[in-house]
Structure formats: structure tokens, C-alpha cells
């Protein structure tokens, strides 16, 4: 039998590109390509010559290179990344250049020109498009070469349903250090199990729709889409499909319900920029993929001025908006299905629909819902966050007698999912909030934390203002409370993001504004006992007596038997002047137990 005449042969296939070129491009194209030349000649080139890597082909923002060897793709691969991290040290944001990799194990066919072709090159473009920027995805075939021969360690990031490949190919992520490393994050050598994440619903990021057909405004049209994927990214409750993927539709007509299927997405982000004059509207919609029904839309109407600064502000508006969005649509999904077919995501969705309602029951409801997401997926490390969260509700709206036990319960659970997942902005933030009544400097330390990871994370700047104030730093404090309210308007948690507001006009003496936010805090959500106690505070400081006799009368209904003594356990202030000041407006109110 003949021999085939197509050349072949075994090789490990890097694929990279540059996170954010359109951005970046847009911003200063002769500085960007200036930039990359420079990485190129005095990182990159090097160290693919050294390690035996043949460049195939560039492509602008990326490259694919051959290796003879996967352990040398991979350590060429880490190397590099090691490298560029540390050159961006001190580089702005705007301008900093990250990249993501993607090595695959396969038989390549090879052109008479040198090309390469073949499914295994056809994965490590498909996995470089999943990878996080800054960090290495390799497939289960470069795993088998590499374990136990690399200082980096690898993440199990499951089996992952890649676009235009037939079979789920299984991931993992090389290292974690250059992806905002933080204590908890995966020990080097470790193999640390994260299915729970990539198999929960995904949401995909179309590009925006330029109206205007101004290919002037194409770089920034791009540039939103690119910006809201990464900034989705850092929220970890949900995978994000890589901009290549979804950009692929770029041009094309789309239906959501097709672009589901093929992209494995639960929810798709469109929108569309229209520019007039020096006026630019701006519409999102976030879809569900299965129903395409809107679960959420904005439009956004502006002055074209800084457009970099435009970019950042709508980016933002539409990421802190429409990740909460989700959640919210992800509860009421788990709601309608029956107790049998709860999975642990749908558990964990559920137990924090109960959460919110703010009883005694729902609360118990809520544990009992999450220890059962727990059972069934112990390395994910979101529930353990949320009980952590029922323990401290336990304690906050007098559901147990011992605040302090639930306090301890609480920091405990919490460290649980940080040791799970320390890049989670959730477990930190989380940890953050268990500590301000165990420890305030470490619950400023972990706030800050979890703001560093994702810096639209409301929950972050809520732990924060609360410990800035229990240490008696009440103007410092009001900054992070209001840019928390900034973030997530339509938050859960808007009532106590409210409240610590109040706490902080109080200790200012301006009552009026005390008086305005406790009142908001009760709207949003009246059984909060602590947004009463506020108000009483408030009114009785200011002097108006009737009025805090009034408001403390309220509270009897929620919390029958509170006690003096209770408030004082739940409020850790660290000088003995701001508890004195404290109790005192409430003993003005008629508080004698």
C-alpha cells in the first residue's frame, strides 16, 4: 500500500495572541506595535529559540509556534509569561500587554511552505481563546507529558466543549501566579480540581454593532465588547466564552438560540453604538439563549468627550449591572425546577434566593439548600462563601442567641473557600465581612483583596467601609460604602450597604443625612432590624425623642427580645467612645435591657 505523500509528524503547537488588541490598538497603533516589536525581540524570540520553538506564522496580535517537545512549549510558555509579568510591574494599565497561550499534543500535516494544519493545531487556538490573560492552557495529551517534570503548578479545569472540535477536550491552566495572585491561591505542584466552575452556564460577548458604519469608531465599538469580557472575567460566577470565539460572529446575522448551542452559551451579550454628531447612544441587551427572552437592557446616551474614559464608564455600568442580572435569573431558574433535579449550581442558587428574604426560616432554608450544593461538590468553593454568609445573618438579625459562635462559624466557612479558591473575589470578600468582628485590620486586608481581583465587586467595598468605620475612621469609610451603592444600585445587599452609610453619618453628627439613608435602608428591606436601630440612633441624637421612641418601637415586631447587650455584640467598634456614643442615643430612645 502507498505511502501517504503528506508529510506528518508529532508536535506540541503554541498558540498565543495579545489580550485586548483592538483596545490597545485604538488607543496608540504606533505605540502598541512599537511595544510588541519590543517584547518580541527582548523576551519573546529568545526564549521560543531557546526552548526549540520554529515560529509557523504571526497574525498581528499572535503567533503559532511548533515545539518538538511539550515540556519545552510549556516551559518556554511559562517563562514567558513569568517574563512579561514581570515587566509590567509598573506599567499603566492602559498600555500594559498581556498574553494568553494555548499548547496542544497532536500529528500536524505540514505545507510545503512550512504551515501547519491539522486538529491539534486547531485545539491550541481553541485553547489559547479559553485562557485567562497572563496564564497557559494546555490539553489532557500535554498534561500526560508534563506532571511532576514543572516548578508551575497545573489547575484541572474539566472537560471543555471547544468550538468546531468534535470531542470535549479536558484543560488545564498552567500556574496561577501571574493572574492576580493572592494567599490561598493553588500551591506549586498542586492539582486542584475547578469543574465547578467551567460547568456552570456561560455567557458569551458579541461585538457591539457599529450603527454609525464610522470605521473611526470601530476600534472603540470592539474595544467595549473586549472590555466587558474581561471585566465579566474577574467575577468568576460565570465562564466567560473567549472574545475569539465570540467575535467570529462579527458582521453576521445573528440568532441567539444557534449562537447558544454552538458556543455552549446560557446567556448572550448584544448591543449596538450609534454616533450623531458629538452624541453616541450605546444599547445592551443580555439574552437568554434558551428562551431568548431579554433578562436585561440599558441605553446608555453620551457627550463624546475622553472616549477612553467613556469606554471605562459604560464598560463598567453594563459588567456590575449584568452580572448580578444573571445570578438573579439563575435563582428564579432554580426556583421553578423540582427539589430532584437540583444540581449543586441550582442548590447554591437557591439556598441565596432564601438568603435574601431576610427570616429566620428562609435563613435555615438557605443553609439547608447550600450544605446539599456542598455534598455534592465540595471543592467549589461559592458555597462555602454563602454559608459563611447565613452564619453572619445568623448573627446581624438576631436568629441565634450566641453572635459570637455564629461569628466564628462564620470566618471559619469563609476560610474554607478561600483555601478552595483564593482567586475568587466572592470567597474574599466574604472573608473580608466574617472578619470585621473577629479581626478589623485583617477584614480591611481581605476587602482589599477581593477589590484587587475584581474591582467592580460591590461586596468588597462594603467589607471595607464597614471595617474603616468600626475603627472609628468614619469619613474614610463613607467613600467605599457609596461607590459599593455605585456599583450594584439593584443589589440584595443595597439595605446594609445603606445602613453602613447611616452608621457613618451618625458618628459625623450630620443626622439629617443619617436619618435619609437608615429611612432608604428600611425601604429596601424592612425586616433589617439593623437599619431600625440606626434610625432610632440617629433621631434620638438629633433630638428628636418621639420620633426614636417611635422607630424603636418598630423593631419589637422583628426581634421581640433585643437586648442592649445583643447590639453591643454585634457592633465590634474599636473605641470605647464610639460604643458609649452609640448605646447612649438608644438609651435616650427608651432602651433599658
Known amino acids: 500500500m502507498a505511502r501517504d505523500s503528506v508529510q506528518r509528524r508529532l508536535a506540541a503547537i503554541l498558540a498565543a495572541d495579545v ?20 517584547h518580541r525581540r527582548e523576551r519573546i524570540d529568545p526564549k521560543l529559540a531557546e526552548f526549540g520553538g520554529r515560529i509557523v506564522k504571526t497574525t498581528g496580535d499572535g503567533m503559532l509556534v511548533e515545539f518538538p517537545s511539550a515540556v519545552d512549549a510549556v516551559k518556554c510558555a511559562s517563562e514567558i509569561q513569568d517574563a512579561m509579568a514581570e515587566r509590567n510591574t509598573d506599567v499603566p494599565d492602559n498600555i500594559r500587554m498581556q498574553f494568553r497561550s ?67 477536550v479536558k484543560v488545564y491552566r498552567v500556574g496561577t501566579d501571574n493572574v492576580n495572585s493572592a494567599d490561598g491561591a493553588t500551591p506549586a505542584g498542586e492539582v486542584t480540581a475547578d469543574v465547578a466552575f467551567v460547568s456552570r452556564p456561560a455567557v458569551a460577548v458579541l461585538p457591539f454593532d457599529n450603527m454609525s458604519r464610522d ?16 471585566g465579566l472575567s474577574l467575577w468568576r460566577s460565570f465562564p466567560v466564552i473567549a ?25 448572550v451579550l448584544e448591543g449596538s453604538v450609534r454616533k450623531a454628531g458629538n452624541r453616541l447612544r450605546i444599547t445592551a441587551q443580555l439574552i437568554d439563549t434558551e428562551t431568548a427572552a431579554h433578562v436585561w437592557a440599558e441605553r446608555f446616551d453620551r457627550e463624546m468627550e475622553d472616549i477612553f474614559d467613556l469606554q471605562d464608564e459604560i464598560t463598567e455600568r453594563i459588567v456590575t449591572a449584568i452580572a448580578p442580572e444573571m445570578a438573579r435569573a439563575e435563582e428564579q431558574r432554580a426556583i421553578k425546577k423540582q427539589p430532584a433535579d437540583l444540581g449543586a449550581w441550582d442548590l447554591c442558587h437557591r439556598g441565596q434566593w432564601h438568603i435574601y428574604r431576610y427570616t429566620k426560616e428562609d435563613n435555615e432554608k438557605s443553609q439547608e439548600f447550600i450544605e446539599r450544593a456542598i455534598a455534592l461538590d465540595p471543592n467549589w468553593a461559592v458555597p462555602h462563601a454563602w454559608i459563611a454568609y447565613v452564619h453572619l445573618m445568623n448573627a446581624l438579625l438576631g436568629f441565634r442567641d450566641d453572635p459570637a459562635q455564629s461569628f ?16 475568587d473575589p466572592l470567597a474574599r470578600g466574604t472573608l473580608s465581612l466574617a472578619n470585621i468582628w473577629i479581626d478589623l485590620p485583617r477584614a480591611i486586608s481581605e476587602a482589599e483583596k477581593a477589590i484587587a481581583l475584581n474591582p467592580s465587586l460591590s461586596y468588597g467595598y462594603m467589607g471595607l467601609s464597614a471595617a474603616l468605620g468600626y475603627l472609628g475612621r468614619w469619613q474614610e469609610c463613607l467613600e467605599p460604602c457609596q461607590t459599593s451603592g455605585r456599583l450594584s444600585p439593584r443589589d440584595p445587599l443595597l439595605t446594609f450597604m445603606l445602613t453602613i452609610e447611616a452608621m ?27 437599619g431600625h436601630i440606626r434610625l432610632t440612633c440617629a433621631l434620638a441624637h438629633k433630638g428628636d425623642i418621639d420620633g426614636a421612641r417611635a422607630a424603636f418601637e418598630r423593631i419589637k415586631p422583628i426581634i421581640p427580645d433585643l437586648t442592649l447587650a445583643y447590639i453591643d455584640a454585634t457592633h465590634p467598634f474599636d473605641r470605647p467612645e464610639d460604643r458609649e456614643f452609640y448605646l447612649d442615643g438608644l438609651r435616650k430612645a427608651g432602651w433599658e435591657g
Request: proline share 2%; glycine share 10%; net charge negative.
Open 408 to 423: 466564628k462559624l462564620s470566618v471559619a466557612a469563609a476560610e474554607r473557600s478561600v483555601r478552595l479558591d483564593g482567586q
Open 504 to 530: 457613618a453619618h451618625l458618628f459625623l453628627k450630620d443626622y439629617d443625612a443619617a436619618i435619609e439613608c437608615a429611612e432608604r435602608g428600611i425601604r429596601e428591606q424592612p425586616k433589617n432590624v439593623r
Open 243 to 267: 472574545r475569539n470565539s465570540s467575535f467570529s460572529y462579527k458582521g453576521q446575522k445573528i440568532d441567539v438560540k444557534q449562537v447558544g448551542k454552538e458556543l455552549g452559551a446560557r446567556y
Open 19 to 38: 489580550v485586548g488588541w483592538s483596545r490597545l490598538m485604538g488607543a496608540d497603533e504606533a505605540g502598541t506595535l512599537a511595544r510588541l516589536k519590543e
Open 215 to 230: 470605521a473611526e469608531q470601530e476600534y472603540f465599538v470592539d474595544g467595549i465588547a473586549e472590555d466587558i469580557i474581561t
Open 102 to 168: 494555548g499548547i496542544n499534543l497532536g500529528e500536524i500535516i505540514i505545507d510545503t511552505d512550512g504551515d501547519i494544519f491539522g486538529d491539534g493545531v486547531n485545539i491550541a487556538a481553541r485553547l489559547e481563546e479559553l485562557a485567562m490573560p497572563g496564564t497557559v492552557n494546555i490539553s489532557e495529551d500535554v498534561y500526560r507529558q508534563v506532571h511532576g517534570r514543572l516548578d508551575a503548578g497545573l489547575e484541572d479545569l474539566g472537560p471543555q466543549t471547544l468550538k468546531n472540535i468534535a470531542n470535549p
